[in-house]
């Protein structure tokens, strides 16, 4: 048996803050606009892969497409 047969779907757990971002962030937004709590969560939804920066000088994020 395989383990995509147990699991079923696979899904990367998220908050209630974190969904209202997601849907926030679906055009690219400069990271520098958001407040320092919205910046706080949005580093960890980068290590959460939900999130991805682009550019290291005022960078741009935006939800990763597989996150809808």
Do not use: C, D
Not at 2 to 19: D, Q, Y
Not at 22 to 40: D, G, I
């Amino acid at each position: 048996m395989k383990i995509n047969e147990l699991v079923g779907e696979f899904g990367i757990w998220t908050t209630g803050e974190e969904a209202t971002l997601l849907k926030k962030l679906v055009n690219p937004v400069k990271l520098a606009t958001l407040s320092e709590h919205e910046q706080f969560t949005i580093q960890a939804m980068i290590r959460k892969s939900l999130i991805t920066k682009i550019g290291h000088t005022n960078p741009l994020v935006v939800a990763n497409e597989k996150t809808f």
